[in-house]
C-alpha cells in the first residue's frame, strides 16, 4: 500500500478549503475538481468543450451529471470512466489507478484471506500506482474509497452485514 505515504500523492491529498456549487440538474452540491482532472475524465470528442475553468462533480448518485460548471453539463456517459459514487456505476472503482474494483476488495477479504487493509491492497494492487490526479474523477487520492470497501467487507466477514 504505497498511496498516500509518499509525495507522489501528495497534491491530490492535501486538505484544502472545498467550494460548492449545486447541480444545474438535480440542485444537489458537488465538490470541485481542477479542470486538469476533468481533462482526463472526459471523452476525447468533449474535450473541445471543457475550456479552462475547474469544474464541480456531482454528488448525487441518482443523478446523471458528471461534471458541471454552471450551465455547462458532462453527462456521466461522456465520461471515461464510472464515476464510483454512482448507484449504477459498471464497474464501481474504488481504486482508479490500479483498476480495482469494490468487488476486488470483497474477494481479497472474504475469499483469498486479507486481514488488514495491506493485505487487501497486495493482493489486488490497490493504492499502488498513484496518479489520482488524472484518474480518479474526484482528482483526491482513493485511499478513503478503498477503506470503506475493506470496512465493508470485514463487517460481512464478521456476520455484521445483511449481504443481497
Given at each position: 500500500m504505497d498511496c498516500?505515504?509518499?509525495?507522489?500523492?501528495?497534491s491530490c491529498c492535501e486538505s484544502s478549503y472545498v467550494e460548492?456549487?449545486?447541480?444545474?440538474?438535480?440542485?444537489?452540491e458537488g465538490i470541485l475538481v481542477k479542470n486538469f482532472t476533468v481533462r482526463h475524465i472526459v471523452s476525447e470528442e468533449y474535450l473541445p468543450q471543457v475550456?479552462?475553468?475547474?469544474?464541480f462533480l456531482c454528488t448525487n448518485p441518482e443523478c446523471d451529471v458528471g461534471y458541471y460548471q454552471g450551465e455547462n453539463v458532462f453527462y456521466k456517459?461522456?465520461?471515461?470512466?464510472?464515476?464510483?459514487?454512482?448507484?449504477?456505476?459498471?464497474p464501481k472503482y474504488v481504486c482508479y489507478c490500479g483498476k480495482v474494483t469494490e468487488e476486488d476488495i470483497m474477494?481479497?477479504?472474504?475469499?483469498?484471506?486479507?486481514?488488514?487493509?495491506?493485505e487487501a491492497c497486495k493482493i489486488t494492487g490497490a493504492m499502488k500506482d498513484c496518479k489520482c490526479e488524472i484518474n480518479n474523477p474526484t482528482g483526491k487520492?482513493?485511499?478513503?474509497i478503498v477503506k470503506e470497501a475493506f470496512e465493508k467487507a470485514i463487517k460481512i466477514k464478521e456476520g455484521k452485514m445483511w449481504t443481497a
Open positions: 498516500c505515504t509518499q509525495s507522489c500523492c501528495s460548492i456549487s449545486a447541480c444545474p440538474v438535480c440542485k444537489q475550456g479552462t475553468k475547474d469544474y456517459q461522456q465520461l471515461k470512466v464510472p464515476i464510483w459514487l454512482k448507484k449504477d456505476a459498471n474477494d481479497a477479504v472474504l475469499k483469498k484471506g486479507a486481514k488488514t487493509l495491506g487520492c482513493c485511499t478513503d
